[in-house]
């Protein structure tokens, strides 16, 4: 009998550890010959070949361990018990340095998918098939659905879901139905309970019930650089007529940038003043926009707080939404298609006063020498009344106007009220020549006589400016000046304006305010053509806003998004699909997701197989292997990593003193902060200095941070608000030291006044700073050094590969923090990063080539993206330059629309259709594995192509090895307008793989050790004419060195085992606890299989006083053997085990293996948890021991 297997060990000190015990039986005795008694080491039987596991096996996923052993491969375990046997060291080496405590564990959601008691939400799934998937059958016959067979079958659906709902309704009168889906997926969402479900599971249209899974959201300089700006402007596509869909928390779209008025007024009259506010559930004739053409609120404003409450109005108040679609389809400011109008009100005795266009507010409670920003209109004829603020009359200005697109207007209310009128100015905004500030004066003051305006002790640069006159612009070399208004032809200084700082590249306006005679004289500035954050990727593209995700909170509803997924496959909801959008944005996702038992990864599934792109954040949860989530794991998806800006720039803090850990730390500059303009050397101190305020989110007193910089620790409070009360303190900079393993990255603005530059350390290196504050730390800042972050990953961007099926996730990156636009700003921009900006980088990108060539189907244009993509992408930064990133971190590399546009070659899967050749995981237990894929490769040009085909590693250590061998063919042809294919090859020595060594516990979150295990690189092709139109598919293979363990005599006393592999195995036996049949597998988006339990053991070790407590105690390992193999530790599922120790019927401890931070997946490393179910305490000792 052959049997591999995959476990988990769960050690608990009364230790739960993930080995890999062969089988499960009574322990065996401690003999001088076994100082382990039970576990043995087998070697590796030595020659070539061994057998490799047959289909039906279990799979394999032992611990690698070394051991010399003088005899043959066979060795055995004779079944009898015996207790006192030591310690194994892999136990020790698995203890934790520190134990990690939780006092009150059951306050913590374990996790929905356990829940079996009280109402929840759940999606359940009919047996009749969707409008998506009969189209999509039928495509596969090579036939058409017409429009009214589509509205046929989505009344067959709704009959279906009418049966289904009576009966939930008959059984749950209090059951709450959120909606149904019957485009995307047949699927009824609804709130009901355990028992309930599992009546109506009994309905023979009932397929699935599954528990809704909820998700979190997880310019002008990136547009260029990835090479939109040429497209836009050299090739003359800009997205138009393209059909973009952002599910997100909705879209501003009263904001001047996504086409609206671009006033704070707008936007009020648009969402109201509160949450509460019925403007925003209702669009009140102010949606749709030209630009936001359609959308729906699927969530409200209260959820998750409160009920889901959909609406036919989405806007932002959140603002990730309105951040994404600016980045997508943005258009620029000044719009040389629309007009852009303000208002300066410089009547001295005047009242607060409201602006009227055309009737409707423009401008409200506008007071004297205020300066409003601009609105932005369409081009026209417009009425402009001025009347006192909150009333309609009296009107004390009327002007009508005609505004021009492209051209910008200044409206002013001058003279005093009696003789009130306005003055209306043409602008010119228009960039100054290079190093200087464009400059004009607008006289205001009505008693004041002409004036010259002056530099203190240098040349007059307005002359004889009369009241109600205008100084012409006039370019001043950029600086600081000490200026001065007197009467006109004299000396005599009527207003001093000291210290005016005048910004290259900027215009601005000077206003002379306010009466002479009453002392009030006075100056305003405004700065006219301030950063806009530039054009969106495809600013022709239409906008769908579809709201999924909260306003006050990160989640994004499980059950909006299959509504969402169905209303944009349908949007006007008369059940033909011909009117779906065209492509899909998604910055958000689940941390570890599976494509495959997750609802909304099918409904992106059916989505593309009616030709909607689906393109989706990676996530960033860090360089951590398998962390990449759903729905960017979905294989038809299109996953997004996030690189850094090109202008992007990492700062190091050097540590001075103590000698002990001086040297250059990496240290992530947040952009909201004030930047480093000069070195800061300084003594460092954390938090308050006294154990105190380590987090910073406590203000700290006045001046008691002077002179020092302050590390303060990531959590419980915004990053912003933290380094804002260090700034408030008196501290020079902050820094936020990490507390758990990944990269610094640039964090959010949540608030505040962050006007100190602020940083952020890993986990590591502030530990290590800590570990020396007794001796006194000083470090230095310098603004010069540190390392340009062009073509590098951003820490914070998640790796793949993607969960079970092991496939290359992300395939893509692009760079994030984008400057766009600003919730109910009207025309605010500021950063905004992470993968949620990369994603719709790539989403924009794509609407290009989709008006460029709107008959490629997705595949296609996934493909020429990825084909083209900047390979050379450094993981890391460092000194000496850095790692590559591996492609299971950056896919194909770095977004480059022109190429993509201009490349008269695509390649890709020829049989899944991704852009990317994945080779999965593969357990290799003989020294020959081969594994085959063949390449598309479509020729669009007219001409025929002979393409050089060669295959190259990612890595020199890893073609070094020779474990793994690609081969490809020399050349491919590939007629003119017309598809080549050709053969890679891969072939997998298992002896010369390194031995195995990632695991889910110490190592779970450890990039590298994912990297050292894997396999990657590029195929390359090249047109062996003249070298050009090179383009790339990446490839991975994931291999283990595998033992192949075979059993014999398993009925007798003695057991024979024997391992015909490559790799040595470890076997280990259990005392029996209990065992479970192998239940079937389910569907796609059924959310089975989960890992199935199979074998349960135990063992006990005592352990000295020291080890565990002070006292001697003993540990109890499980080993949990499942029928499937579970990738990491951390999901789909954990492990619980409840313990009654004193046999009264009680359960009185519950085992369990989570994460390291028990209530999410935060932290990456998986441990066992030891929860005191009368206490409510929870303590973890030990990693969980899975490989």
Same mark, same amino acid.
């Given at each position: 009998?052959?049997?591999?297997?995959?476990?988990?060990?769960l050690?608990?000190?009364?230790?739960?550890?993930?080995?890999?015990?062969?089988?499960?039986?009574?322990?065996?005795?401690?003999?001088?010959?076994?100082?382990?008694?039970?576990?043995?080491?087998?070697?590796?039987?030595?020659?070539?070949?061994?057998?490799?596991?047959?289909?039906e096996?279990?799979?394999?996923?032992?611990?690698v361990?070394?051991?010399?052993?003088?005899?043959?491969?066979?060795?055995?375990?004779?079944?009898?018990?015996?207790?006192?046997?030591?310690?194994?060291?892999?136990?020790?080496?698995?203890?934790?340095?520190?134990?990690?405590?939780?006092?009150?564990?059951?306050?913590l959601?374990?996790?929905p998918?356990?829940?079996?008691?009280?109402?929840?939400?759940?999606?359940?799934?009919?047996?009749?098939?969707?409008?998506?998937?009969?189209?999509?059958?039928?495509?596969?016959?090579?036939?058409?659905?017409?429009?009214?067979?589509?509205?046929?079958?989505a009344?067959?659906?709704?009959?279906?879901?009418?049966?289904?709902l009576?009966e939930?309704?008959?059984?749950?009168?209090?059951?709450?139905v959120?909606?149904?889906?019957?485009?995307?997926?047949?699927?009824?969402?609804?709130?009901?309970?355990?028992?309930?479900?599992?009546?109506?599971?009994?309905?023979?249209?009932?397929?699935?019930?599954?528990?809704?899974?909820?998700y979190?959201?997880?310019?002008?300089e990136?547009?260029?650089?990835?090479?939109a700006?040429?497209?836009?402007?050299?090739?003359?596509?800009?997205?138009?007529?393209?059909?973009?869909?952002?599910?997100?928390?909705?879209?501003?779209?009263?904001?001047?940038?996504?086409?609206?008025?671009?006033?704070?007024?707008?936007?009020?009259?648009?969402?109201?003043?509160?949450?509460n506010?019925?403007?925003?559930?209702?669009?009140?004739?102010?949606f749709?926009?030209?630009?936001?053409v359609?959308?729906?609120?699927?969530?409200?404003?209260?959820?998750?707080?409160?009920?889901?409450?959909?609406?036919?109005?989405?806007?932002?108040?959140?603002?990730?939404?309105?951040?994404?679609?600016?980045?997508?389809?943005?258009?620029?400011?000044?719009?040389?298609?629309?007009?852009?109008?303000?208002?300066?009100?410089?009547?001295?005795?005047?009242?607060?006063?409201d602006?009227?266009?055309?009737?409707?507010?423009?401008?409200?409670?506008?007071?004297?020498?205020?300066?409003?920003?601009?609105?932005?209109?369409?081009?026209?004829?417009?009425?402009?009344?001025?009347?006192?603020?909150?009333?309609?009359?009296?009107?004390?200005?009327?002007?009508?106007?005609?505004?021009?697109?492209?051209?910008?207007?200044?409206?002013?209310?001058?003279?005093?009220?009696?003789?009130?009128?306005?003055?209306?100015?043409?602008?010119?905004?228009?960039?100054?020549?290079?190093?200087?500030?464009?400059?004009?004066?607008?006289?205001?003051?009505?008693?004041?006589?002409?004036?010259?305006?002056?530099?203190?002790?240098?040349?007059?640069?307005?002359?004889?400016?009369a009241?109600?006159e205008?100084?012409?612009?006039?370019?001043?070399?950029?600086?600081?000046?000490?200026l001065?208004?007197?009467?006109?032809?004299?000396?005599?200084?009527?207003?001093?304006?000291?210290?005016?700082?005048?910004?290259?590249?900027?215009?601005?306006?000077?206003?002379?305010f306010?009466?002479?005679g009453?002392?009030?004289?006075?100056?305003?500035?405004?700065?006219?053509?301030?950063?806009?954050?530039?054009?969106?990727?495809?600013?022709?593209?239409?906008?769908?806003?579809?709201?999924?995700?909260?306003?006050?909170?990160?989640?994004?509803?499980?059950?909006?998004?299959?509504?969402?997924?169905?209303?944009?496959l349908?949007?006007?909801?008369?059940?033909?699909?011909?009117?779906?959008?065209?492509?899909?944005?998604?910055?958000?996702?689940?941390?570890?997701?599976?494509?495959?038992?997750?609802?909304?990864?099918?409904?992106?599934?059916?989505?593309?197989?009616?030709?909607?792109l689906?393109?989706?954040?990676?996530?960033?949860?860090?360089?951590?292997?398998?962390?990449?989530?759903?729905?960017?794991?979905?294989?038809?998806?299109?996953?997004?990593?996030?690189?850094?800006?090109?202008?992007?720039?990492?700062?190091?803090?050097?540590?001075?003193?103590?000698?002990?850990?001086?040297?250059?730390?990496?240290?992530?500059?947040?952009?909201?902060?004030?930047?480093?303009?000069?070195?800061?050397?300084?003594?460092l101190?954390?938090?308050?200095?006294?154990?105190?305020?380590?987090?910073?989110? !406590?203000?700290?007193?006045? /001046?008691? =941070? &002077? %002179?020092?910089?302050? *590390? $303060?620790?990531? @959590?419980?409070?915004?990053?912003?608000?933290?380094?804002? !009360?260090?700034?408030?303190? /008196?501290? =020079? &900079? %902050?820094?936020?030291? *990490? $507390?758990?393993? @990944?990269?610094p990255?640039?964090?959010?603005?949540?608030?505040?006044?962050?006007?100190?530059?602020?940083?952020?350390?890993?986990?590591?290196?502030?530990?290590?700073?800590?570990?020396?504050?007794?001796?006194?730390?000083?470090?230095?800042?310098?603004?010069?050094?540190?390392?340009?972050?062009?073509?590098?990953?951003?820490?914070?961007?998640?790796?793949?590969?993607?969960?079970?099926?092991?496939?290359?996730?992300?395939?893509?990156?692009?760079?994030?923090?984008?400057?766009s636009?600003?919730?109910?700003t009207?025309?605010?921009?500021?950063p905004?990063?992470?993968?949620?900006?990369?994603?719709?980088m790539?989403?924009?990108?794509?609407?290009?080539?989709?008006?460029?060539?709107?008959?490629?189907?997705?595949?296609?244009?996934?493909?020429?993206?990825?084909?083209?993509?900047?390979?050379?992408?450094?993981?890391?930064?460092?000194?000496?330059?850095?790692?590559?990133?591996?492609?299971?971190?950056?896919?194909?590399?770095?977004?480059?629309v022109?190429?993509?546009?201009?490349?008269?070659?695509?390649?890709?899967?020829?049989?899944?259709?991704?852009?990317?050749?994945?080779?999965?995981?593969?357990?290799?237990?003989?020294?020959?594995?081969?594994?085959?894929?063949?390449?598309?490769?479509?020729?669009?040009?007219?001409?025929?192509?002979?393409?050089?085909?060669?295959?190259?590693?990612?890595?020199?250590?890893?073609?070094?090895?020779?474990?793994?061998?690609?081969?490809?063919?020399?050349?491919?042809?590939?007629?003119?307008?017309?598809?080549?294919?050709?053969?890679?090859?891969?072939?997998?020595?298992?002896?010369?793989?390194?031995?195995?060594?990632?695991?889910?516990g110490?190592?779970?979150?450890?990039?590298?050790?994912?990297?050292?295990?894997?396999?990657?690189?590029?195929?390359?092709?090249?047109?062996?004419?003249?070298?050009?139109?090179?383009i790339?598919?990446?490839?991975?293979?994931?291999?283990?060195?595998?033992?192949?363990?075979?059993?014999?005599?398993?009925?007798?006393?003695?057991?024979?085992?024997?391992?015909?592999?490559?790799?040595?195995?470890?076997?280990?036996?259990?005392?029996?606890?209990?065992?479970?049949?192998?239940?079937?597998e389910?569907?796609?988006?059924?959310?089975?299989?989960?890992?199935?339990?199979?074998?349960?053991?135990?063992?006990?070790?005592?352990?000295?006083?020291?080890?565990?407590?002070?006292?001697?105690?003993?540990?109890?390992?499980?080993?949990?053997?499942?029928?499937?193999?579970?990738?990491?530790?951390?999901?789909?599922?954990?492990?619980?085990?409840?313990?009654?120790?004193?046999?009264?019927?009680?359960?009185?401890?519950?085992v369990?293996?989570?994460?390291?931070?028990?209530?999410?997946?935060?932290?990456?490393?998986?441990?066992?948890?030891?929860?005191?179910?009368?206490?409510?305490?929870?303590?973890?000792?030990?990693?969980?021991?899975?490989?």
């Amino acid at each position: 009998m052959r049997r591999t297997i995959l476990n988990l060990l769960l050690v608990s000190a009364l230790v739960l550890s993930m080995v890999t015990p062969l089988f499960a039986q009574d322990q065996t005795p401690d003999t001088p010959d076994n100082p382990f008694p039970n576990r043995i080491y087998l070697p590796a039987v030595s020659g070539s070949g061994g057998a490799q596991a047959s289909d039906e096996d279990e799979d394999l996923s032992p611990p690698v361990t070394v051991v010399e052993v003088d005899a043959e491969s066979v060795g055995g375990v004779t079944a009898s018990a015996q207790p006192a046997r030591p310690l194994p060291a892999w136990i020790a080496a698995a203890k934790l340095n520190a134990s990690v405590e939780i006092p009150d564990f059951n306050q913590l959601k374990l996790s929905p998918a356990l829940a079996t008691e009280g109402a929840q939400d759940v999606i359940i799934r009919l047996s009749q098939p969707s409008v998506s998937e009969v189209i999509a059958a039928a495509a596969v016959r090579g036939a058409a659905v017409s429009s009214a067979e589509q509205v046929a079958q989505a009344l067959a659906v709704e009959q279906q879901q009418a049966g289904v709902l009576a009966e939930l309704q008959q059984l749950d009168p209090n059951a709450v139905v959120w909606g149904t889906t019957r485009v995307a997926l047949n699927a009824v969402l609804a709130n009901t309970t355990y028992d309930v479900l599992k009546e109506l599971a009994k309905n023979p249209a009932v397929v699935a019930v599954r528990p809704v899974k909820n998700y979190e959201r997880d310019l002008s300089e990136t547009v260029p650089y990835i090479g939109a700006g040429i497209v836009q402007n050299a090739f003359g596509f800009d997205g138009t007529g393209v059909k973009v869909a952002v599910l997100d928390s909705g879209v501003d779209y009263t904001h001047a940038k996504l086409g609206g008025a671009g006033t704070l007024e707008a936007y009020r009259a648009a969402y109201g003043v509160d949450p509460n506010d019925p403007a925003n559930k209702q669009r009140n004739g102010l949606f749709p926009t030209e630009k936001v053409v359609e959308g729906f609120d699927f969530v409200g404003e209260a959820w998750p707080n409160g009920p889901l409450a959909p609406d036919d109005d989405p806007i932002d108040f959140d603002g990730h939404g309105t951040h994404v679609a600016d980045i997508i389809a943005g258009l620029p400011l000044p719009d040389p298609s629309r007009a852009r109008v303000r208002v300066v009100h410089a009547s001295p005795d005047a009242p607060s006063v409201d602006v009227l266009v055309n009737d409707g507010l423009a401008f409200a409670d506008v007071a004297f020498q205020e300066i409003t920003g601009y609105a932005t209109l369409p081009p026209g004829d417009y009425n402009v009344k001025v009347v006192p603020a909150g009333a309609t009359t009296p009107v004390v200005i009327e002007a009508n106007l005609t505004l021009e697109a492209g051209k910008e207007y200044t409206v002013i209310a001058k003279d005093l009220l009696a003789s009130i009128g306005a003055l209306v100015l043409v602008d010119d905004n228009s960039a100054p020549a290079t190093g200087n500030a464009h400059v004009r004066f607008v006289h205001l003051s009505p008693d004041a006589p002409a004036v010259d305006v002056a530099v203190a002790g240098g040349p007059v640069l307005f002359a004889n400016v009369a009241f109600g006159e205008v100084g012409a612009y006039t370019p001043v070399p950029a600086g600081r000046y000490d200026l001065e208004v007197r009467l006109a032809g004299t000396t005599t200084v009527v207003l001093s304006l000291p210290d005016v700082r005048l910004a290259a590249g900027r215009v601005y306006t000077a206003y002379a305010f306010g009466l002479v005679g009453d002392g009030s004289l006075t100056a305003g500035f405004s700065v006219d053509n301030s950063d806009q954050g530039g054009v969106g990727v495809a600013p022709g593209a239409s906008l769908y806003a579809v709201k999924v995700c909260a306003s006050t909170s990160p989640a994004c509803s499980g059950v909006a998004l299959i509504q969402a997924m169905d209303y944009i496959l349908d949007p006007n909801g008369d059940s033909d699909t011909s009117d779906r959008v065209d492509i899909v944005n998604m910055s958000l996702g689940a941390l570890y997701g599976q494509s495959f038992d997750d609802d909304l990864s099918q409904a992106v599934e059916h989505a593309s197989a009616l030709g909607v792109l689906t393109v989706a954040s990676a996530g960033n949860s860090s360089d951590k292997p398998y962390v990449t989530g759903t729905p960017a794991a979905t294989p038809s998806a299109l996953s997004v990593a996030q690189t850094n800006v090109p202008s992007a720039f990492l700062p190091f803090l050097q540590v001075l003193q103590p000698a002990s850990i001086a040297g250059a730390y990496q240290a992530v500059f947040q952009p909201w902060s004030a930047p480093l303009t000069s070195v800061i050397e300084a003594p460092l101190q954390y938090g308050d200095g006294a154990g105190g305020n380590l987090l910073g989110c !406590n203000s700290f007193p006045a /001046g008691s =941070l &002077a %002179g020092r910089v302050v *590390l $303060v620790d990531r @959590g419980a409070c915004a990053f912003s608000i933290k380094i804002s !009360n260090i700034a408030a303190g /008196g501290g =020079l &900079a %902050g820094i936020i030291g *990490l $507390v758990a393993p @990944g990269e610094p990255f640039e964090g959010g603005f949540g608030g505040g006044n962050p006007d100190v530059p602020g940083f952020m350390i890993s986990q590591a290196d502030a530990n290590r700073i800590k570990s020396a504050l007794a001796a006194g730390v000083v470090v230095r800042l310098d603004p010069t050094f540190g390392i340009p972050l062009v073509r590098h990953m951003v820490g914070s961007s998640s790796r793949g590969p993607a969960m079970s099926d092991n496939i290359i996730k992300p395939e893509i990156g692009a760079p994030g923090a984008s400057v766009s636009a600003v919730v109910g700003t009207g025309t605010g921009v500021e950063p905004f990063g992470g993968t949620s900006g990369a994603a719709p980088m790539v989403s924009g990108a794509a609407a290009l080539l989709k008006q460029a060539y709107p008959h490629r189907t997705i595949h296609e244009l996934k493909a020429a993206l990825v084909s083209t993509a900047e390979t050379n992408i450094r993981n890391r930064p460092a000194l000496d330059g850095g790692p590559l990133a591996p492609i299971t971190r950056i896919g194909g590399g770095e977004v480059r629309v022109d190429r993509a546009l201009t490349s008269p070659l695509v390649a890709y899967d020829a049989e899944t259709g991704a852009p990317t050749l994945s080779f999965a995981f593969h357990e290799v237990s003989q020294t020959k594995l081969r594994l085959s894929k063949w390449v598309a490769v479509r020729n669009y040009s007219l001409k025929n192509m002979k393409l050089r085909v060669s295959a190259d590693f990612r890595f020199a250590d890893d073609a070094a090895n020779g474990a793994v061998t690609v081969r490809v063919p020399r050349t491919v042809d590939v007629r003119a307008n017309d598809w080549g294919y050709f053969e890679v090859r891969i072939e997998i020595d298992g002896a010369k793989l390194r031995n195995w060594n990632l695991n889910s516990g110490a190592l779970g979150a450890d990039g590298d050790a994912l990297t050292v295990m894997e396999y990657d690189g590029y195929i390359y092709m090249t047109d062996v004419t003249d070298g050009a139109n090179r383009i790339q598919i990446p490839w991975q293979v994931l291999p283990r060195k595998a033992a192949d363990v075979t059993l014999r005599n398993l009925k007798g006393a003695d057991v024979q085992v024997r391992n015909r592999g490559v790799a040595t195995a470890t076997v280990e036996s259990y005392s029996l606890i209990g065992a479970n049949y192998n239940l079937p597998e389910g569907g796609p988006g059924e959310q089975n299989p989960r890992p199935d339990f199979h074998y349960l053991g135990y063992a006990t070790y005592p352990v000295p006083a020291g080890f565990c407590s002070a006292n001697p105690s003993f540990i109890l390992a499980f080993a949990v053997n499942t029928w499937e193999r579970q990738t990491h530790a951390n999901a789909p599922l954990s492990v619980e085990i409840f313990l009654d120790t004193n046999r009264d019927g009680q359960d009185d401890y519950l085992v369990l293996n989570r994460d390291l931070t028990l209530n999410n997946l935060t932290d990456g490393r998986n441990v066992t948890w030891v929860a005191n179910l009368r206490t409510g305490a929870a303590n973890a000792f030990f990693f969980t021991d899975h490989y």
